[in-house]
């Protein structure tokens, strides 16, 4: 079964998404149903879905910038827009983040989400694959540790690894007890906590060289994780 989140902030369309996916033979769960764009971020770091299904238009934060973070945080989840904007302008950005289908809610169908579904359950059946050992997860993990500064998308270390992104994330959970994501979240962040302590780096550099390109994300998830901003963290621990 494949864990399918859903983020969408109007009733009768998180309705309609949630009975579709229900009364589909495909071999879907729905395990989030949410409405809050900072939320579902922020339960995807935690638990990475296998689809995300989205709306653009979001509160907390948009629906571009939830598959931007989630992008950049290295989740190769696979991606379905569901929105009422329907310019190109629009339709190309979010093709930039590698999105499997973009519908448009004024004119969507139960047959067109279905279908739209189906194609993205193809993509993710996995191929077979070689024997498993643990050297490849240490070249991924020795790999993260010396190229932090850098995307790290998931597909790029499934490529490493010689597997599919797919089998690679199944992998990685198995082998490491933590997510992809969720790895790669939480190496960036002591990697910022060592540069903070040793050197008398800007945050924004810090930032940089651990992975971040937003300045102000990096600040939200360091404060998240231990409670203070770069700045106070710093100056709580050098004095």
Known sequence: MYNVMVVEDEFLVRTGIKESLASSSLPLRLSDLMTDGLKAYEEIIKSP????????????????????????????????????????????????????GYLFKATMTAQELNSAMKHIVQELEPLPEKDISRPEIKRVLEYINDHLDEPLHLQAMADIAGFSANYFSNLFTSECGISYVAYLSHVRLERARELLLGLNMPVQEVAI?????????FRRCFKAKYGLSPGKWRRKHTK
Request: glycine content about 6%; some cysteine.
């Open 49 to 100: 879905p296998d689809i995300l299904i989205t709306d653009l238009r979001l509160p907390g934060i948009d629906g571009m910038e939830l598959i931007r973070r989630t992008r950049e945080a290295g989740c190769n989840c696979k991606i379905l827009v569901i929105s009422c904007l329907e310019d190109f302008e629009t339709q190309q950005k979010a093709m930039t983040f590698q999105i499997s």
């Open 209 to 217: 060289a651990c992975g971040f390109k937003d300045e102000s994300y």
